[in-house]
Nanobody, 125 residues
Framework: QVQLVESGGGLVQAGGSLRLSCAAS??????????MGWFRQAPGKEREFVVA????????YYADSVKGRFTISRDNAKRTVYLQMNSLKPEDTAVYYC????????????????WGQGTQVTVSS
């Protein structure tokens, strides 16, 4: 089983940038055997898919709402996945969650068995 810890959230003005990190730990399968995803949940709303990346980082899939502004990447040697967020908007305000899928090739919003505790991102107007 993998444990996930997000970091890098904070308060930023509209148009600014943040980089989130998600560090994986735990015994068993190696980090590169997991596909990874980022999700977010705004107050009063359901959790929504943001982006996913496959096991080696060669394939990604973005929600339309963040395409062109957010970039996901991973460093398997460091067991970390990143989310670079640029041109942030107030509507990006949410708790951002990192998740891992047992399917190394998974891309998309489903099939994530492991979740972090989340990190708050607040974008002021």
């Amino acid at each position: 089983q993998v444990q996930l810890v997000e970091s890098g959230g904070g308060l930023v003005q509209a148009g600014g940038s943040l980089r989130l990190s998600c560090a994986a730990s735990g015994r068993g399968r190696i980090f590169s055997s997991y596909a990874m995803g980022w999700f977010r949940q705004a107050p009063g709303k359901e959790r929504e898919f943001v982006v996913a990346i496959n096991w080696n980082g060669e394939n990604t899939y973005y929600a339309d709402s963040v395409k062109g502004r957010f970039t996901i990447s991973r460093d398997n040697a460091k067991r970390t996945v990143y989310l670079q967020m640029n041109s942030l908007k107030p509507e990006d305000t949410a708790v951002y969650y990192c998740a891992a899928s047992d399917d190394a090739y998974a891309l998309g919003p489903r099939g994530y068995a492991y979740w972090g505790q989340g990190t708050q991102v607040t974008v002021s107007s």
